[in-house]
């Protein structure tokens, strides 16, 4: 079946830096999703991509859709605290009705 | 709007005990899901509806069952709970399947 693997699993980075987390999918998705849940809450949606290369920003968060539509990014600059949390990436394979969810990247940002 | 809306908040079982984990939405959503989320796994698709009236298997439907009750609702049943079902259980709404989901509160779910 369909996979979708997210690196890294934890990303520690001091106020400031920046953050990447990648996904990758083993099959060619119709749309990527991606979702932030923050520490004891639940997931919340950020974002849809649908189309090959597309790239979207909001404000210090910039999300990449692969050419093959089999990977994504994101990219957060100049992490705050208030961007702690998990990120999670979610992806209907071609032809499928629901979305495979990755396990995510914790994100830790420390003052 | 209330969203998802999902009862109860908290609940410790005993093994053995059976429990049904109430989920309703107010967004006229035809797809509701259930998942469950455990540390280091991520989101773990139980079952899911695609329409009012069906449900279908998900990635781990051992020991559970859902019933779709009428658009609104869909409810998630441990008819005999297991240690292995200490987790947080998350139920979700669509428009469709390839659309955004909306997420409940959650469910903290602990069998002694």
């Known amino acids: 079946g369909q996979q979708v693997m997210q690196i890294p699993q934890y990303q520690h980075v001091q106020e400031g830096e920046d953050f990447t987390t990648y996904c990758n999918s083993s099959t060619t998705l119709s749309n990527i999703q991606w979702y932030k849940q923050r520490p004891g809450g639940h997931p919340v949606f950020l974002i849809q991509l649908v189309k090959s290369g597309e790239v979207k920003k909001q404000k210090r968060l910039t999300f990449q859709f692969g050419e093959a539509k089999k990977n994504s990014s994101l990219h957060i600059t100049a992490t705050q605290t208030t961007d702690v949390g998990t990120y999670f990436c979610?992806?209907?394979?071609?032809?499928?009705?629901?979305?495979?969810f990755g396990r995510g990247t914790s994100l830790i940002v420390h003052p | 709007n209330a969203g998802v809306t999902q009862t109860p908040k908290f609940q410790v079982l005993k093994t053995g005990q059976s429990m049904t984990l109430q989920c309703a939405q107010d967004m006229n959503h035809n797809s509701m899901y259930w998942y469950r989320q455990d540390p280091g796994m991520g989101l773990r698709l139980i079952y899911y509806s695609a329409s009012e009236g069906t449900t279908d298997k998900g990635e781990v439907p051992n020991g559970y069952n859902v019933s779709r009750l009428n658009k609104r609702e869909f409810s998630l049943r441990l008819e005999s709970a297991a240690p292995s079902q200490t987790s947080v259980y998350f139920c979700?709404?669509?428009?469709?399947?390839?659309?955004?989901?909306?997420f409940g509160p959650g469910t903290r779910l602990l069998v002694l």
């Open positions: 979610a992806g209907p394979p071609g032809g499928s009705y629901i979305p495979t």
């Open positions: 979700a709404s669509s428009e469709s399947g390839q659309e955004t989901q909306y």
